[in-house]
C-alpha cells in the first residue's frame, strides 16, 4: 500500500463537489481517508448496502444507505469569506 498523502482537507470543512454524479453540491466533511486520499461528506453520494441478519447482536438484515468516500481531487475547499470554490486554504 502506498504511503499516506498529507491532505489539505479537515474533518469539519464546507467543500463543494467539482466532478461525478453530486457535481455542484456543498456539504460538510465528516470522515477524512488520508490512506486512499478520499473524504466521506455528510449527505451527499448516498449507496444503498445489503445488511445480513446478525444473531448475536440482534440486527436485522435489509437495505441501508450510507455515504460512500468522494476522492479529494473532486472536491474544492469553500472560502469562508466568499462563499465560493477555492484552492488554497484561508489562515
Do not use: C, F, W, Y
Not at 3 to 12: A, D, E, R, S
Not at 53 to 67: D, H, V
Amino acid at each position: 500500500m502506498d504511503k499516506p498523502v498529507k491532505m489539505k482537507l479537515k474533518k469539519g470543512d464546507e467543500v463543494v463537489v467539482i466532478a461525478g454524479k453530486e457535481k455542484g453540491k456543498r456539504g460538510e466533511i465528516s470522515k477524512v481517508q488520508p490512506a486512499t486520499n478520499k473524504v466521506v461528506i455528510a449527505g451527499l453520494n448516498m449507496v444503498k448496502k445489503a445488511t445480513k441478519p446478525n444473531q448475536q447482536t440482534g440486527e436485522g438484515g435489509g437495505l441501508i444507505s450510507k455515504e460512500a468516500p468522494i476522492h479529494a481531487s473532486n472536491v474544492m475547499l469553500v472560502d469562508k469569506a466568499t462563499q465560493k470554490p477555492t484552492r488554497k486554504r484561508a489562515e
